[in-house]
């Protein structure tokens, strides 16, 4: 087991006082920095962040212009990087390869004072990003169980060349970042394990009947869009993201011979099928949700509430109705009037729009209809064909993420006012038209 | 925002440099003692077995001789700990209440030197524990955000009061602490999240008909049973936990007209309900577990399989089927004939394990089997009327904790040997027969 390294409370006899003071006040330093990297680490669960923090307190503890952390994925042999910059968010390469790889691999640590006068520093990759590497140290960072759990790369140390003390904090700072990695870790495994269940769940239960396969979804990634043009905060976003995937569950306690009748139903049919959302509340609110997730089963409970008070299931009016309510009964609308039906093609873009439109103050609250105009085609055509295997060609998308679906309806409306809409237009039409073998 | 006490690097020049050094020699071990203490809280992730750690931490650096850390609940005005002795687990009262429950409300810090000639000091504690206390210091825990999440009350100083410098460094690990309390809750909260989900849904899904209602939630409460009998590691137990939770999860893809039926089925329809337990896996394979669950998907889906390769769907043979499916298949098969059906009376229990005992070796295997029957006679019947709402006498469970499955069935066969043995029979009898309305 590693631990820290403990100060010298012992004064050396035949060291000058005046030496002695000196090492005593360095180590100070050195201890107190490292209690606020801890604890300045110790504040950051979220993953990503909290690499790009230990980066930044690496290149500033060690005086160097570029620090890296790369972790070691067991399962693809591989070692990965968060990157701040550029399209990808990550990079990743075989743990054989480069001295991180061997780092990795062997544990041993590297410290090369002059890059271009060692063999195992390799130039090809300064030559692809253009930045002079003079000097580097790597380092594995490793865990309690004394596992390699990753690599510290720092580059270009501004006073030459990494020294021994800068080999010894590193370390020390390893075995910090090493417990906060490890936590954060766990944190997100386990985000990630809720998630994929609701994800899995709400799938599984569309995909009982046709009509209704991908619905929860699609509704989903509407809401999460109109959620983030209105700029709400993220944790209020993640609220209606799982509200939206849950907001159907209360159907699990619907028979299905009714809830997937294709006949006309009967009053008392329909009046068995509006108890789902109340169902939605009832079933969600068993579930113990996190602190900001507390008000799921309420807004999942209210996608069918109307703003003038002639929804179900409790008849809310205006700002009664949960803002994430509104927003799922403006999304779950407009996917239920957008989807294929078997053996039909789907209802024009207009009219669906005009349906909108004509519910707007009654049903729908107006700042979100608002909003849902202002999603981009490219977003919208891309969820409207979610879960069909249909491709999308880059230069269609790109185009039609220069218009909105409000710009879309003007279009239609007034006619093209240059070549650039007509295009838009037609490309829009093209993908919301397309067919599917057994459609 | 707080920050940690840095270190005094400045030599002060007026001080003899004998002092100086003394300074900074004990500063030193401040630190080093405090990174430590950071280094150690920060990797655990438990919350009961971080506040125990925080609690021993906090007795050794002050020399006290008992430290309790108490959590605000916001939500019920509370303050709470945990105890690690006694029946009960934590101790709860109001925040109007005691000295910690002022030093919560007003962030107080009070170094009591002498407690019985303290006014704010009330002597009750101590005449109900029997403990003496002689002097305390209680000081409050502050988050990042400088709110107030927790109190530490130390007791005891061994030599005198506690002075200035123990409340600086309580000051500092509390900082430290309320770090690793907010991961640990937040982790927690998840935790409870994840695992209300699934136990949510499974009970959803059993109650959909009367016949499979609380069947997952009892699979489950059996298989931890045997899975402790056996003296799985605790990460096993939870992985056979959720399996069980989830094995009838594949069920979502049986129409219920088919599921439902309470007529014979015809070889087509028995054909789809066996489907339900490769559909099992394919839902729960989308789902991303953490490491040490990955294997739930092959778990919950083997538990049609039987040890001499005549089960279904992949007609695995013994070590083939997981463990966890081996004990899935009896308890699974032990719930089904236990349960009370419309109209019917449970089947006699010595019938049941006359099948079992039958289908050993063939079906079942024989060790879960014999783990099966050492499951206490007290904990059985908790299980076998889980979700009922009848009650149970305290006086009558601990006769039936002196007895298992096993004794259960030597009793019935051979008679009785004694009173007890006779009043055991009797009483496991009246709570595995009584009839409830609607039975």
Same mark, same amino acid.
């Given at each position: 087991m590693q631990t820290l390294k403990n100060s010298k409370?012992?004064?050396?006899? =035949?060291?000058?006082?005046? =030496?002695?003071? =000196? *090492?005593l006040q360095k180590e100070n330093a050195r201890l107190s920095s490292?209690?606020?990297?801890?604890?300045?680490? *110790? *504040?950051?669960?979220?993953?990503?962040?909290?690499?790009?923090?230990?980066m930044d307190v690496v290149r500033q503890q060690l005086h160097a212009d570029r620090c890296t952390v790369f972790l070691v994925d067991r399962e693809r042999n591989e070692l990965w990087s968060k990157v701040a910059q550029g399209l990808q968010n990550e990079i990743r390469f075989p743990l *054989?390869?480069?001295?991180?790889?061997?780092?990795?691999?062997?544990?041993?640590?590297?410290?090369?004072?002059?890059?271009?006068?060692d063999a195992r520093f390799n130039p090809e990759v300064d030559k692809k990003t253009g930045y002079k590497t003079h000097n580097l140290l790597t380092m594995p960072m490793r865990n309690k169980q004394n596992e390699i759990i990753g690599v510290f790369q720092v580059l270009n140390k501004a006073s030459g060349p990494f020294d021994h003390e800068d080999e010894e904090l590193l370390n020390a700072i390893s075995s910090i970042a090493a417990s906060a990695i490890e936590n954060a870790q766990l944190y997100d495994e386990l985000h990630k394990s809720f998630v994929s269940f609701m994800e899995t769940l709400s799938t599984t239960l569309d995909a009982r009947d046709y009509i209704t396969s991908g619905h929860s979804r699609r509704v989903t990634l509407y809401a999460v869009q109109v959620a983030r043009l209105m700029k709400l905060p993220k944790e209020e976003v993640e609220l209606i993201r799982y509200s939206a995937l849950l907001h159907d569950i209360g159907k699990l306690g619907i028979p299905e011979i009714v809830l997937f009748k294709n006949k006309k139903l009967t009053q008392e049919e329909y009046a068995i099928i509006k108890r789902h959302a109340a169902l939605s509340r009832s079933i969600l609110r068993k579930i113990h949700f996190q602190h900001h997730l507390k008000s799921i089963p309420e807004i999942a409970a209210s996608h069918h509430e109307k703003v003038d008070g002639s929804g179900y299931p409790l008849g809310l009016k205006g700002d009664e109705i949960p803002l994430g309510g509104k927003i799922l009964a403006v999304c779950d609308v407009f996917d239920a009037l957008t989807s294929r039906r078997q053996y039909k093609d789907r209802m024009d873009i207009v009219e669906v729009v005009d349906i909108l439109d004509h519910e707007t103050g009654t049903a729908f609250e107006p700042y979100v209809v608002y909003q849902f105009k202002n999603i981009t085609l490219n977003v919208l055509i891309e969820i409207l064909e979610f879960g069909h295997q249909g491709e999308f060609s880059e230069a269609d998308l790109s185009l039609l993420r220069q218009f909105t679906l409000k710009d879309l309806v003007r279009i239609y409306r007034e006619g093209p006012d240059n070549e650039e809409e007509?295009?838009?237009l037609e490309t829009f039409q093209f993908y919301y038209q397309r067919k599917y073998k057994g459609d």
């Amino acid at each position: 087991m590693q631990t820290l390294k403990n100060s010298k409370t012992t004064t050396k006899s =035949e060291l000058p006082i005046e =030496e002695v003071l =000196e *090492s005593l006040q360095k180590e100070n330093a050195r201890l107190s920095s490292l209690l606020n990297v801890a604890q300045s680490l *110790s *504040s950051v669960m979220d993953i990503d962040e909290l690499l790009f923090k230990i980066m930044d307190v690496v290149r500033q503890q060690l005086h160097a212009d570029r620090c890296t952390v790369f972790l070691v994925d067991r399962e693809r042999n591989e070692l990965w990087s968060k990157v701040a910059q550029g399209l990808q968010n990550e990079i990743r390469f075989p743990l *054989s390869k480069g001295i991180a790889g061997h780092v990795a691999r062997t544990g041993e640590v590297l410290n090369i004072k002059d890059a271009y006068d060692d063999a195992r520093f390799n130039p090809e990759v300064d030559k692809k990003t253009g930045y002079k590497t003079h000097n580097l140290l790597t380092m594995p960072m490793r865990n309690k169980q004394n596992e390699i759990i990753g690599v510290f790369q720092v580059l270009n140390k501004a006073s030459g060349p990494f020294d021994h003390e800068d080999e010894e904090l590193l370390n020390a700072i390893s075995s910090i970042a090493a417990s906060a990695i490890e936590n954060a870790q766990l944190y997100d495994e386990l985000h990630k394990s809720f998630v994929s269940f609701m994800e899995t769940l709400s799938t599984t239960l569309d995909a009982r009947d046709y009509i209704t396969s991908g619905h929860s979804r699609r509704v989903t990634l509407y809401a999460v869009q109109v959620a983030r043009l209105m700029k709400l905060p993220k944790e209020e976003v993640e609220l209606i993201r799982y509200s939206a995937l849950l907001h159907d569950i209360g159907k699990l306690g619907i028979p299905e011979i009714v809830l997937f009748k294709n006949k006309k139903l009967t009053q008392e049919e329909y009046a068995i099928i509006k108890r789902h959302a109340a169902l939605s509340r009832s079933i969600l609110r068993k579930i113990h949700f996190q602190h900001h997730l507390k008000s799921i089963p309420e807004i999942a409970a209210s996608h069918h509430e109307k703003v003038d008070g002639s929804g179900y299931p409790l008849g809310l009016k205006g700002d009664e109705i949960p803002l994430g309510g509104k927003i799922l009964a403006v999304c779950d609308v407009f996917d239920a009037l957008t989807s294929r039906r078997q053996y039909k093609d789907r209802m024009d873009i207009v009219e669906v729009v005009d349906i909108l439109d004509h519910e707007t103050g009654t049903a729908f609250e107006p700042y979100v209809v608002y909003q849902f105009k202002n999603i981009t085609l490219n977003v919208l055509i891309e969820i409207l064909e979610f879960g069909h295997q249909g491709e999308f060609s880059e230069a269609d998308l790109s185009l039609l993420r220069q218009f909105t679906l409000k710009d879309l309806v003007r279009i239609y409306r007034e006619g093209p006012d240059n070549e650039e809409e007509q295009n838009a237009l037609e490309t829009f039409q093209f993908y919301y038209q397309r067919k599917y073998k057994g459609d």
